[in-house]
């Protein structure tokens, strides 16, 4: 009889993309790759836990080149970025960054990209995992509006960590010091052209620079940060899921799908009913407002044994969450925290099962054990560090 493997190979051949920094980070010994937005994608080195406790006392380097960026540009790109997301956009400054999301007909998510605001009619959106520059596309072909939707040869880098401040210091000057929270500008490092943001998916202090011409420079440009960051201790990480769930911030295709709408998971306030542009998902979300979830997205302690990094193995698929004998939810996302010596993560739940301090089962791989509703986020709720 055939017996299964605990750990197949992932397979490189052409189907799948390849970041512009697949060979520089591979280099640094991957041990393990997802596939997001049709890439393979680092998810660690070798030791989550060590990549954690880096990150949160050092600089980390990360290949993020599976955000690919959709470029909207034209005449009415404004219009068109305001029909996309139901975020009011004109609280967005040239130079600024807004976390958002993309609705569509019925209020349900596509994606929760971070929009950067480059001029007047000049947009990205760095996406997380689903085909918005189809859905772009294919938006745009029967609005009427003039604009040209694209996917740029841009590729970015994240460095995250107490310790990033000094090292993009050292590359860009002290014009670092004074960029806000959410904010971007444009540079020139060497002769490579860049856009540096202060964004980042840790929940620490954290950049991000995106490469143009990404597919001729990105050994260069990543050869150049390593080296900038020797004197500060980096080390090239994959992104750390123990601290994106401590710092609440949610992954697409597991936090939410196009299954869930904005309320469901606790981002009612970047729904703006009552600004003029008619975005869309619009009726459906005022709807949805006025009758009220039936369920949510809340935090969850799982007691027991620890559960692993989320990133190791350990969560291959959603776990049922059990209350009386039947299931009533899942959970989302899940892992140790290391600092907090707790099992926590995300679960999906009715309304009346949601209520903080309520007592769960949950059926995780190693078997059944009890969980409690807590609040989230679990660390820096005012998200006090990543603005620092």
Wanted: one cysteine or more; aromatic letters at 10%; glycine letters at 8%.
């Amino acid at each position: 009889m055939a017996t299964s493997n605990d750990a197949p190979q992932i397979l490189f051949y052409t189907r799948i993309r390849k970041s512009p920094y697949f060979e520089a980070s591979r280099r640094q010994g991957v041990k393990a790759y997802s596939v997001y937005n049709h890439m393979y994608h680092p998810r660690h080195y070798g030791d989550p836990v060590k990549e954690y406790w880096k990150l949160l006392t050092d600089v980390t380097l990360w290949d993020v080149g599976v955000e690919r960026q959709v470029e909207i540009t034209g005449p009415d790109a404004f219009a068109f970025i305001n029909l996309l997301t139901p975020r009011d956009l004109t609280k967005c400054a040239v130079g600024q960054c807004k976390y958002a999301i993309i609705t569509a007909e019925d209020g349900g998510i596509v994606n929760d990209p971070v929009l950067l605001r480059l001029d007047n009619n000049h947009f990205w959106l760095s996406v997380a995992d689903s085909d918005v520059l189809l859905w772009a596309k294919g938006v745009a072909f029967n609005s009427g509006l003039n604009v040209h939707i694209q996917e740029p040869d841009v590729g970015p880098v994240q460095l995250q960590g107490p310790k990033s401040r000094q090292v993009m210091q050292d590359l860009f000057g002290d014009r670092v010091l004074d960029l806000p929270y959410y904010h971007l500008f444009t540079a020139k490092l060497d002769d490579m052209n860049v856009v540096v943001s202060r964004t980042g998916y840790s929940g620490e202090v954290g950049y991000e620079i995106y490469l143009h011409n990404a597919s001729r420079h990105a050994l260069k440009l990543w050869d150049r940060v390593l080296e900038a960051g020797r004197p500060y201790n980096m080390s090239v990480v994959g992104p750390s899921h123990i601290r994106r769930i401590e710092a609440g911030i949610l992954a697409y295709g597991a936090d939410m799908t196009l299954e869930n709408n904005p309320y469901e998971i606790g981002l009612g306030r970047m729904v703006g009913l009552d600004q003029e542009a008619d975005f869309i998902g619009k009726e459906a979300l005022r709807v949805i407002k006025a009758r009220g979830v039936q369920r949510k997205l809340v935090g969850v302690e799982i007691h027991g044994d620890p559960l692993g990094t989320y990133i190791d193995g350990s969560m291959e698929d959603f776990w049922p969450v059990i209350r009386d004998g039947t299931q009533i939810g899942h959970i989302t996302s899940a892992c140790h925290s290391p600092r907090l010596e707790k099992n926590i993560g995300y679960a999906m739940l009715p309304i009346k099962q949601g209520d903080l301090g309520t007592e769960l089962t949950v059926q995780t791989p190693v078997g059944k054990t009890t969980a409690t509703v807590v609040k989230k986020p679990f660390i820096d709720p005012k998200k006090e560090i990543p603005k620092a």
